[in-house]
């Protein structure tokens, strides 16, 4: 690992960034509640840029037909917050996102939080007060969609929706290291990405798979 995060660091010297206070999560999705077609998040990680407050994401998903493990980047991508608690005046961090807007786009409601710790050493020589866990959930939907190409195939897709309960755990060693290289976070997600290729998780194909249940999407032609 650590002749990978050297390699890697190397290759991407011209994105590093002149200070780094980068955290990264891990992520693992549990599924809660009554859902559709909704069985293909299987894990991933977020990047929060604590100075920018930016949140982003490389998220693995699993093509339900073929059973392919692909990861996906900016999935999730948000805002990062610390917020106190009224009377108690604890410190939470905070980690949302949403997107979509109805019709046939992907629709995101997501939202972790935890308590932060005391100062914690997150490499290049800081200290912050970070969250160790987060936990909360995740809201996800799309609709089916139907479509007729120029030889008069009818493709059907399947949409989803579902909900799931979301864990995410500071990977203090990545952030150490990741730190230490002074790595931006776009740096951070390309070191990730290879991190995954290196367990056999391949990038997204094209075009994306639907997330869908046996068999695939047909496609007849039209009457």
Request: hydrophobic share 40%; charged share 15%.
């Amino acid at each position: 690992m650590k002749a990978l995060l050297v390699t890697v660091a190397a290759a991407l010297a011209g994105l590093l960034c002149a200070r780094a206070d980068l955290l990264i999560y891990d992520l693992s999705f549990n599924s809660t509640g009554k859902s559709v077609n909704y069985s293909f998040l299987e894990g991933g990680y977020l990047v929060v840029d604590e100075a920018s407050k930016a949140v982003t994401s490389i998220v693995i998903l699993t093509d339900p037909d073929t059973r392919l493990a692909y990861y996906t980047t900016g999935l999730l991508s948000g805002t990062y917050m610390e917020l106190l608690e009224e009377g108690s005046h604890t410190e939470y961090a905070v980690i949302y996102s949403t997107s979509g807007s109805g019709g046939t786009a992907d629709n995101v409601a997501f939202q972790i939080l935890g308590k932060t710790s005391k100062k914690t050493d997150v490499g290049a020589g800081d200290s912050l007060s970070v969250a160790k866990k987060l936990s909360g959930y995740m809201l996800a939907s799309a609709a089916q969609s139907t479509s007729v190409d120029s030889s008069l195939l009818v493709t059907f897709s399947y949409g989803f929706a579902g909900s799931s309960k979301v864990t995410s755990h500071l990977q203090s060693d990545l952030t150490s290291d990741f730190n230490n290289n002074r790595l931006s976070a776009a740096s951070a997600l390309t070191l990730l990405a290879e991190i995954l290729k290196n367990r056999g998780i391949v990038p997204e194909p094209s075009p994306s798979p639907s997330p869908s249940p046996s068999p695939s999407p047909t496609a007849t032609p039209a009457l």
